[in-house]
């Protein structure tokens, strides 16, 4: 048993270090691509203040992003074809917040990059491994293997988390429009201070509603700017207000009394969710307590009765 724990240590090690390098390379990815992210942010707000022509969308970046961030997006433009682009990936990356024309490249770049890392660790860990029972080639395609899917479980993990915290804002966001439309503010200036203004609760809504800003001032209409939100985050509620903001632009009406009533009926929603979950909570707290409290108290009180049966048994038979 030893032995065979041996033969496979040199794998489990292999991969690990795959694993922690895909990891550390993510992490600086990240780290830079938040860091870029939040300069042009910033570029582009001052430039937006100043009237400036040159604020359209996806304005160029090369000479905002760093070395590695070049090297990943020449790797993927030589490697990954441009006809994926357009798939699971693409939609994964806006909702993570990376909608740079560059993104996709750097991302397909990072995964070659790690594929390639993954199977040079694996083959170097193989070559200690080599007669010990172990293939000779599943280390180094299993290293493969995992450098390629590494990226995408880590943006799927990002991208969720991004839309859950989307979706968590929105009630703060209805409240936060109906609130500037009470003071005298129209839609649009309601909707472009929100913004330019994410220091209010609103990160991600505020990001997205930076990135519809853009589409607006580059001559989209507002409503379809929207619209590319909420197909962008899949998010039912946000759809609905879009659709209720729309068709108050179009036919008009009281737009405080039809957002408090939205806001009420998304709080209400929000505080079913809430018991609905709690509830789940409680079901599965209570198999817990079955499983690990039950027999501790069997023990407590049908322990005695139980030794004393055993005894009387005992001297019964003695």
């Not at 290293?143 to 009630?171: N, T």
């Not at 729309?246 to 209400?268: A, N, W």
């Amino acid at each position: 048993m030893m032995g065979n724990s041996l033969q496979w240590a040199p794998i489990a090690i292999g991969i690990s270090v795959a694993l922690i390098s895909g990891v550390v390379l993510l992490g600086a990815w990240w780290l830079l691509q938040r860091r870029w992210t939040q300069r042009r942010a910033s570029a582009l707000a001052a430039r937006w203040a100043a009237g400036a022509d040159a604020l359209i969308e996806h304005a160029d970046d090369g000479a905002h992003r760093s070395r590695l961030s070049r090297a990943l997006e020449a790797i993927g433009r030589a490697l990954a074809p441009e006809s994926q682009g357009n798939g699971e990936e693409r939609q994964l990356l806006e909702q993570s917040g990376w909608r740079a024309p560059s993104a996709w490249w750097i991302f397909m770049g990072l995964r070659f990059a790690l594929a390639a890392l993954g199977l040079a660790v694996g083959a170097l860990a193989s070559v200690g491994s080599s007669g010990k029972g172990a293939p000779g080639w599943l280390l180094p395609v299993g290293g493969a293997i995992a450098g390629w899917l590494l990226p995408k479980l880590v943006l799927h993990a990002v991208a969720a988390r991004r839309v859950a915290r989307f979706r968590a804002e929105l009630p703060l966001f209805v409240d936060l429009v109906g609130l500037l439309q009470s003071v005298g503010l129209s839609m649009e200036q309601s909707l472009y201070s929100l913004g330019q203004s994410r220091d209010q609760g609103l990160d991600v809504i505020g990001h997205e509603l930076e990135e519809a800003n853009r589409l607006v001032y580059a001559g989209r209409a507002r409503m379809d700017a929207m619209d590319h939100i909420a197909a962008c985050m899949h998010d039912d509620d946000f759809l609905e207000l879009v659709s209720l903001l729309r068709q108050i632009e179009r036919y008009g009406g009281d737009v405080s009394t039809s957002l408090k009533t939205f806001s009420e009926r998304l709080h209400e929603k929000r505080r079913m969710a809430l018991r609905e979950r709690v509830g789940k909570i409680t079901v599965k707290m209570t198999m817990v307590m079955v499983l690990t409290m039950l027999p501790a108290l069997l023990l407590l009180t049908a322990g005695p009765g139980f030794l004393g049966i055993l005894r009387s048994l005992e001297r019964m038979g003695g």
